[in-house]
């Protein structure tokens, strides 16, 4: 009990005044969203009825709303302020999934996930905000770590409810949709406890519509950033499947690869971020994901010709890789997100930033499952120089996001201290 005492003492440290309030109203968030994601397509398909093909579809939809939804959502909180539009925003999905019990066809579906999906997408660029508007500069990159680890302890609770429910079946797998509407109402109550921030009065500089998508600099290390996002495409779809139809190995072992990883960015989140709280620490943090995203690639290829117990071995070493890779590249995100949002813009440039995310959401599972299907140890050679080519193009984007910002009186130097 002292040890794990120790560890929340240790690991939750950066999480004081505001940042605690944000620290429940994230942990609230993560078991609905848990409870939900875990069981969204047993719910879909046994209780709403629908076709499994049709829900992939319009979870697809849901994602790719977030490329207008992220942006848009980010521009108004530097205008409105990211607390009272997160408030609004939390209970209107709070209500976008009380209608859910209603969906039983496809042209209910579609309309419902495709709101859903904006308003969580979009919801997203108003918590990190808000994290750059309450949280101490130097407290923000290990407070977003212990938030994320948290995250996690959160979104694992809200899994193993889930379970309990669809095992319990019938009616009470109708709780799924309605369980995730009472954790953001409760998520919003949350945010009416946060300091109400300052809203900067508009400026001359920020007539420009749509800045930080026309700022080219920037929009290059988005690309970078999704490339090296793709890990988690690869955790989440790549190494399952390819567990499942390598025929090597049990296919119980998939489990296990979600509760080492969940494990692992508990424990560890909050020491790999350390360091990335400037510029050129978190483009160190970047290229080192990168590498050992390409390495664990490479694991995948000789496991896929070796024998059983060798290659139970290399997958396993994979894992660990990918999933180090997550933890360097998460804390690579949080100081680039920061870093590189300019005072005046900080909701519109993190808004953007964060359609990294949303890129490898839609497009990351359909790329990493093409290559491993259908070109087996080739695909994963394949992904191997996606990986390399993000190492590659993230510290010039970063360079000379930095260098532009500089040039406009939005000082940003790669080293902020020391």
Not at 19 to 26: F, G, I, S
Not at 152 to 165: D, E, I
Request: net charge positive.
């Amino acid at each position: 009990m002292s040890v794990l005492l120790s560890f929340v003492r240790n690991n939750y440290a950066s999480l004081h005044g505001p940042a605690r309030t944000l620290a429940v109203l994230h942990f609230v968030d993560s078991l609905g969203g848990g409870m939900f994601i875990s069981g969204s397509t047993v719910y879909f398909v046994v209780v709403a009825g629908l076709p499994p093909a049709q829900v992939g579809l319009g979870l697809s939809l849901a994602g790719l709303t977030g490329f207008v939804s992220s942006v848009l959502m980010g521009m108004a909180a530097d205008r409105v302020g990211p607390r009272r539009l997160l408030f609004v925003t939390l209970l209107a999905i709070a209500g976008a999934y009380c209608l859910y019990p209603a969906v039983g066809s496809l042209p209910a579906f579609f309309p419902v996930v495709g709101l859903i999906g904006a308003l969580e997408w979009g919801s997203g660029p108003l918590f990190h905000t808000l994290i750059m508007e309450l949280v101490p500069e130097d407290d923000r990159v290990s407070a977003r770590a212990a938030l994320r680890s948290l995250f996690n302890v959160g979104f694992s609770v809200g899994a193993l409810a889930a379970a309990a429910l669809i095992g319990a079946g019938g009616s009470a797998m109708r709780a799924l949709p309605l369980g995730n509407a009472l954790s953001f109402l409760l998520a919003a109550g949350l945010v009416l406890r946060l300091p109400a921030g300052h809203v900067a009065p508009p400026k001359a500089e920020r007539v420009s519509r749509f800045r930080a998508l026309r700022d080219t600099s920037f929009l290059s290390v988005i690309g970078a950033s999704s490339l090296l996002a793709l890990h988690s495409a690869v955790l989440l779809v790549g190494i399952p499947l390819w567990l499942a139809t390598s025929g090597k190995l049990p296919r119980s072992l998939i489990p296990v690869v979600f509760v080492l990883n969940t494990v692992l960015v508990v424990l560890l989140q909050v020491k790999c971020a350390k360091g990335s709280e400037t510029l050129e620490g978190a483009v160190g943090a970047a290229r080192r994901a990168g590498l050992i995203s390409a390495a664990g690639c490479l694991a995948l290829v000789v496991g896929s010709i070796t024998t059983a117990w060798v290659a139970g071995v290399f997958a396993l070493t994979a894992v660990l890789l990918f999933t180090f890779a997550e933890l360097w590249q998460s804390s690579s995100v949080f100081g680039l997100g920061f870093g590189l949002a300019p005072e005046s813009a900080k909701g519109e440039y993190l808004g953007a930033f964060h359609l990294h995310v949303v890129v490898q959401a839609t497009v990351g599972p359909a790329l990493v499952s093409f290559l491993v299907i259908h070109h087996g140890s080739f695909g994963w050679l394949a992904m191997c120089l996606v990986f390399l080519a993000g190492t590659a193009a993230v510290r010039p984007a970063v360079r000379w996001t930095a260098g532009r910002n500089r040039l406009t009186a939005a000082p940003v130097p790669m080293v902020r201290h020391g």
